[in-house]
């Protein structure tokens, strides 16, 4: 089992930056896969951005040049920075990692971009 603990969501203006924060249960550089996704009102959960333990990362086309993913291995904590936030980007940002077949989930932070 792996526990996926995210936090740093918040509510922003248009054009501000938060930094989301994953902090998982076990050694991140142990999963296959792990990244961010997001899930706005009414809507599928969508993928943000993963990285594979092969040492490849994809972005969704919407948040390229704007979202960041990056890792601390001691912390086994992967981060999201978001800049230049839209009010689009609001929603549910969850936390998501792949060991062998097993997928897991965190709980998810609240993103709100309004002005």
């Known amino acids: 089992q792996v526990q996926l603990v995210e936090s740093g969501g918040g509510s922003v203006q248009p054009g501000g930056s938060l930094r989301l924060s994953c902090a998982a249960s076990k050694n991140i550089y142990s999963m296959n896969t792990m990244g961010w996704y997001r899930q706005a009102p009414g809507k599928q959960r969508e993928l943000v951005v993963v990285f594979t333990s092969s040492g490849s990362t994809s972005y969704a086309d919407f948040v390229k040049g704007r979202f960041t993913i990056s890792r601390d291995n001691a912390k086994n904590t992967v981060y999201l920075q978001m800049n230049s936030l839209k009010p689009e980007d609001t929603a549910v940002y969850y936390c998501?990692?792949?060991?062998?077949?097993?997928?897991?989930w965190g709980q998810g932070t609240q993103v709100t971009i309004s002005s």
């Open positions: 998501y990692a792949k060991q062998l077949l097993q997928n897991y």
